[in-house]
């Protein structure tokens, strides 16, 4: 990777070399706090890691206490996924792109790739697999379902989840709403119109519970 005579590198950073850019938005997170704040459970988390310590979790997956220890290091989509065996929730782009690890952090939506596990201590985690009641699918997952709101449906859970998320947070009462709230779920399918008239049909359902 190398920067070219008017200082662009391939990330598109221009007239800046990448150190220099880095650090300032290094110095800049530490100046402003919010986001960028280092705290203390950072540095513990960080202290842990260099030491190659783990970290003993204790939150809850779909109604269910579980107790790890997992590297400090570890993201809850590779926790779910590697660690509890709950493999419903996929990786996509592991980047915070795509929407297809979406899951449910004490009801409120979290993309599970970029959700540090050591931040869910106490707290509970709804999976695609959490969603249905026994043998009985949840209306969401019925109605994407009734829709043929997916093709190969890699992205399916993470929209279905996202749609819970999405309809619980007064978010879904038109279609212009319902696209631009899960505007971060993609799918390569392009199944979207399926996904908004699921998505419809499914709210009025939620409503009635
Ligand atoms: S896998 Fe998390 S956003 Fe793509
Ligand atoms: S159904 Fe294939 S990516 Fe969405």
Do not use: W
Not at 20 to 47: C, K, P, W
Not at 102 to 129: H, M, P, W
């Amino acid at each position: 990777m190398h920067d070219d005579a008017r200082g662009r590198d391939n990330c598109g950073v221009t007239g800046v070399n990448r150190r220099r850019f880095l650090g300032g938005t290094a110095m800049g997170a530490v100046m402003l706090g919010g986001v960028g704040r280092i705290t203390q459970a950072d540095a513990q988390i960080s202290r842990n890691a260099n030491q190659g310590a783990t970290l003993s979790l204790g939150f809850a997956v779909n109604r269910r206490d579980y107790h790890l220890d997992v590297d400090p290091r570890s993201t809850l989509l590779d926790t779910l996924r590697e660690t509890i065996g709950l493999t419903g929730t996929k990786k996509g782009c592991d980047q915070g792109q795509c929407g297809a690890c979406t899951v449910l952090l004490d009801g409120q939506r979290v993309l599970s790739c970029l959700t540090l596990a050591a931040t869910v201590q106490g707290r509970a985690v709804t999976t695609i697999e959490g969603l249905a009641e026994g043998e009985e699918l949840h209306p969401m997952q019925q109605a994407f379902i009734d829709n043929d709101a997916f093709q190969c449906g890699y992205c399916t859970p993470g929209q279905i989840v996202s749609a819970v998320g999405c309809v619980n947070e007064g978010h879904a009462a038109s279609d212009a709403d319902i696209r631009e709230y899960m505007s971060g779920n993609l799918c390569r399918c392009a199944a979207y119109p399926n996904i908004v008239a699921a998505v419809n049909q499914a709210k009025t359902q939620m409503r009635r519970a």
